[in-house]
């Protein structure tokens, strides 16, 4: 299996930052790679596919980018409602396999 | 509106069995994969399993933690996914997740088929204990 690794595992910021969340691939999965957005209590939400891809509705400040074993998550401005938990999704094989989250806070 | 919706979960005892409902709507149903996933309580993600679309002969996987215990299956007819949780043990504790797959095809000469969930449901709470 296809292991995903996030870091940090937990982030603090303030409104306005710009922020990073990295995940890495225990092997080459091209850019088979999904972002998903999780408040409490909510269903996850896409925000990414295919490393680099903006869902439809979601804001622009949100970006992906990587192939192969290293990806990040791109927030380029933080709203209040960005507050929540971040996963990735390796999409390259079965089974699907999600890194452990990156849960982002208020500073 | 494009929506699913799980029902079905509850309390069981360990070693009891249980059979979760996805409804969908506002979507073709007959040609979507589904999947489940869940979330047990302060934990992160984890795949349970997909099924596939008829024209990919109802394909099923699993998740290791969960194969030959649990059975995905759908209906067409009634746009509705289900899972089949058996030999539940308390670990299987989770709020359970299905949703649908896309895929997206890049490239005409040598396509590349990028799969990801875009719809979820609400969730439905299943409770394995004593």
């Known amino acids: 299996d296809i292991q995903m690794t996030q870091s940090p595992s937990s982030l603090s910021a303030s409104v306005g930052d710009r922020v990073t969340i990295t995940c890495r691939a225990s092997q080459s999965i091209s850019s088979y790679l999904n972002w998903y957005q999780q408040k409490p209590g909510k269903a996850p939400k896409l925000l990414i596919y295919?490393?680099?891809s903006l869902q439809s509705g979601v804001p622009s400040r949100f970006s992906g980018s990587g192939s192969g074993t290293d990806f990040t998550l791109t927030i380029s401005s933080l709203q209040p409602e960005d507050f929540a938990t971040y996963y990735c999704?390796?999409?390259?094989?079965?089974?699907?396999?999600f890194g452990q989250g990156t849960r982002l806070e208020i500073k | 509106e494009v929506q699913l919706v799980e029902s079905g979960g509850g309390l069981v005892q360990p070693g009891g069995s249980l059979k979760l409902s996805c409804a969908a709507s506002g979507f073709t149903f007959s040609g979507s994969a589904m999947h489940w996933v869940r979330q047990a309580s302060g934990k992160g993600l984890e795949w349970v399993g997909r099924i596939r679309s008829k024209a990919n002969s109802y394909a099923t996987a699993y998740a290791a933690s969960v194969k030959g215990r649990f059975t995905i299956s759908r209906d067409d007819s009634k746009n509705t996914a289900y899972l089949q949780m058996n030999s539940l043990k308390t670990e299987d504790t989770a709020v359970y997740y299905c949703t649908r797959r896309v895929t997206m095809v890049r490239g005409v000469i040598i396509p590349n088929y990028y799969y990801y969930m875009d719809v979820w449901g609400k969730g439905t709470t299943v409770t394995v204990s004593s």
């Open positions: 999704q390796q999409s390259y094989s079965t089974p699907v396999t």
């Open positions: 295919a490393a680099s």
